[in-house]
């Protein structure tokens, strides 16, 4: 079986989350994957589970999201899996993993970074970003270390849909800090919801312009016109 491209020609890329498999059901979609076609995957931790739609549920965490990448790369350079035993043939896909841009302090966070880039990945997405000076001050100490001219940054943008998930947001810190001048902008606003894809094209339209950020990733959570909108209002067709 062969993947379609959409009316547009893009790829699809698939997500793995350590947090729900193990190795042998991590090789297992990400095989699945490629038979259909689909050339990219994006390698991820995935947020505690007792912050999702089922709390009680178990975390598996067999590997975490950087030996996911070696392993992934690995596959496609040597047609080796997990066990040692041989893909023919190869998968041909990229490997993408997700970096944080407000974890601190910088040496740390850069640690992390690199660790990504040897491990395999091919691109890297940022985690949502809503503070614009923050994230400024990552990518400067990312270009310091010269680590842009080594792999394609892409950073997040996350439209925000009504004020309690602002809220709920800023309260676990997922993306790191979210404002009170967000959280007061969509409180004011008479449609929050297209207030939070307005804010998200502005600050698309801010990312784009940055040095070193090679794309804007619109985490839309399958609302596909609210990515629409935020494509068009930020100039990003």
């Known amino acids: 079986m062969r993947s379609h491209p959409n009316r547009r020609g893009r790829e699809s890329i698939v997500s793995l989350v350590t947090r729900d498999r193990n190795r042998i059901a991590l090789q ?4 699945g994957a490629a038979a259909l076609g689909i050339k990219g995957v ?13 709390a009680q549920a178990a975390g598996v965490h067999d590997v975490d999201s950087i030996q996911l990448t070696q392993a992934l790369k690995r596959m496609a350079r040597e047609g ?9 043939p190869p998968p041909q896909w ?10 601190r302090p910088f040496e740390l966070s850069l640690l992390r970074l690199k660790k990504k880039i040897a ?3 091919d691109f890297l997405l940022t985690q949502a970003v ?23 940054i892409i950073a997040s943008v996350l439209p925000l849909a009504s004020v309690e998930k602002a809220r709920s947001l800023a309260e676990r810190r997922t993306y790191g800090p979210i404002g009170e001048g967000v959280i007061a902008r969509l409180a004011k ?35 596909e016109a ?12």
Not at 140 to 146: I, K, L, N, W, Y
Not at 226 to 237: T, W
Request: proline share 4%; charged share 20%.
């Open 130 to 152: 809503f503070d614009l000076g923050a994230f400024k001050e990552w990518m400067e100490a990312v270009r310091s270390a010269g680590i842009q001219e080594q792999v394609p």
């Open 189 to 223: 606003a008479s449609d929050p919801s297209g207030e939070g894809a307005t804010l998200a094209a502005e600050l698309g339209a801010e990312l784009k312009g940055i040095p070193g950020v090679r794309g804007i990733h619109i985490l839309s959570g399958g609302h």
């Open 94 to 103: 990229l490997v993408g993993a997700v970096v944080h841009p407000y974890l």
């Open 226 to 237: 609210v990515a629409a909108r935020v494509i068009e209002q930020a100039g990003l067709a």
């Open 28 to 31: 297992s979609d990400a095989l």
């Open 42 to 54: 994006l390698c991820l931790s995935g947020d505690h589970q007792s912050l999702g739609i089922c």
């Open 80 to 88: 080796k899996g997990f066990d040692d035993r041989s893909i023919d």
């Open 119 to 121: 491990a395999g990945a």
